[in-house]
């Protein structure tokens, strides 16, 4: 009788009442990790706590490593993974810094882990509320790097991370991006798939001629010599430039099994089919935009909004194409980026990059918002769409604003 509820369980979808951190830790399970190391640091701490919950319960079979240090985990889990492991850790704000020389290396090695980032704002001074700045200073490195805005989506996005890093065609890190308090600790209902489901979308980790095992002697972490690098360098790059098709392949084979479909992989669209001007902002600020925007549109107030899932890589073609439909276009920041071209936030740079080459450039304003956890409100929202209603209207406005300063 036993096995033959435990059979129904592998086949039967569940709902159940989690915070986004939760839902990563129930990926984790699903995905059958072999070894997941932690060190806390709030708010990301709340995926390993849930993690030892599962693995003290008997729910979970996993080497569950507590670390010393966030460098020593990220390099755990990176020589795991090299010796053919599925693996998983995590960090938040200044701890992610602390592991960077590990965070560094770990695509050049083309060790495809994934981790969870609770994105949190960078001290000093300290704080606990949301910012994106840490898990963006590894956009350069060959990180791919995706932001949720629920806990459905958490769990959903790592089960595709996983199919995505593991591509041999990739093989490179991914981080998943969940905003500090607003996202790791809030509850949702979420629909937990069932594990053969999950078998069948997720094949096993195979490292193949890559493994790293007394059969077959490789080197792990060479020091090339300066007439090799660039080679090397090159190949990373391949990886990255070859995870636009195996995204998109990775979704759909997702909407197939699953039958939950996310539409455009790389970014979504809100209320834009007939918009005049549009907002882009990633994560969970997407909650207030939408709530603002039902608002508006009902006082006749054309307004859309884009969010951005996956920024590296960075579907800037696509993303350009679209944005180029509309009159004005406003770029939420929940980061800042000190120096940058118009003083402004990542984001913003990013798109205006990718809005070079295209042949429509409406006007591409800036705003910085939301930081160290503040919220976005609604009229926030309403604010920001009027001064890029009035950039449409051809009324200059500032490339960059900080909206929500205190007077």
Partial sequence: MAHAVAALDQQTEKTALITGSEAIAVACKLADVDVITAYPIRPYDTVMQYVA???????????????????????????????????????????????????????????????????????????????????????????????????????????????????????????ISCDGAFLTHSQALVRIPSQDKVAAFLPPYNRGDLLLHPDNPITVAPQANEDWLMEIRRQTAAGMERSYTVIREAYAEFDKIFDRSYGNPFFEEYETQDADVVLVGMGTLSTPVKVAIRQMRREGKRVGFVRVRWFRPFAAEELAKTLGRFSAVGVIDRDFSLGSPYLGGVLATEVRAAMYPATKHPPVLGFICGLGGREVTVPDVRRMSQIIYDAAEGHPQPPTQWIGLRE
């Fill in 53 to 175: 919950k599962l693995v003290a319960n008997g729910e979970f079979d996993c080497e569950y490593i507590v670390a010393e240090s966030e460098h020593s985990q990220f390099e755990i889990v990176k020589h795991a993974s090299a010796v053919g492991a599925r693996v998983f850790s995590g960090s938040s704000g200044v701890g992610w810094m602390y592991a960077f020389e590990a965070l560094t290396v770990t695509p050049a090695l083309r060790i495809p882990m994934v981790v969870m980032v609770g994105n949190r704002a960078l001290d000093d001074p300290g704080a606990f509320g949301v910012e994106h700045n840490d898990a963006l200073a590894v956009r350069d490195l060959g990180w791919q790097l995706v932001w949720v805005d629920s806990a459905q989506e958490a769990l959903d996005t790592a089960l595709i991370a996983y199919r995505v890093a593991e591509d041999r065609r990739v093989f490179l890190p991914c981080a």
